[in-house]
């Protein structure tokens, strides 16, 4: 990271994209559809840039160094992406190895509450979901609610 840029090279083709609510779901995406998808809608990542945190080893893989940052102006170019940082908390200084990057998306339409005050929403993500919520749906007379640890039950001991 330097001069408020976050360069990343050798950047995988596919992103792993997950989640945890309203139901656990996990899957893939082209890094570059992810991209394309950044500024589309009003309710955007170009409108409202997202917290992430990067996580860097050292070559030795001896260290690793950790920083939370809005990431903004994301450029795909080949390997490489590229994104405009204003860095929140930590420091990436004497990252030197392989990377990785998570992306936050507290506020979307499907978290619990939106701590954001956004609402981003892609037809992707809605497919994805509803497909999710559909299957869990579907099992829930096989995979009763547990009596405990949920909201609205007491706490599992």
Do not use: Q
Request: aromatic residues 8%; negative net charge; charged residues 20%.
């Amino acid at each position: 990271m330097k001069d408020g840029k976050l360069v990343l090279t050798g950047v995988s083709p596919n992103s792993i994209v997950f989640a945890d609510r309203p139901v656990r779901a996990a899957g893939h995406v082209l890094t570059a559809h992810l991209i394309e998808e950044w500024g589309s809608g009003k309710d955007s990542f170009a409108a409202d840039p997202p917290n992430a945190t990067v996580s860097v080893l050292s070559k030795d893989g001896g260290d690793v160094v950790d920083a939370v940052v809005t990431l903004d102006a994301p450029k795909m170019e080949g390997d490489e992406l590229t994104f405009n940082v204003n860095v929140l908390e930590g420091s990436l200084e004497g990252g030197d190895g392989p990377a990785s990057t998570f992306i936050d998306i507290i506020g979307m339409p499907l978290t619990p509450r939106s701590f954001a005050g956004v609402a981003r929403r892609t037809a992707v993500r809605g497919a994805w979901y509803g497909g999710a919520v559909a299957g869990a749906a579907m099992a829930a007379p096989y995979y009763g609610r547990p009596a405990c640890g949920y909201y609205p039950y007491p706490p599992c001991y």
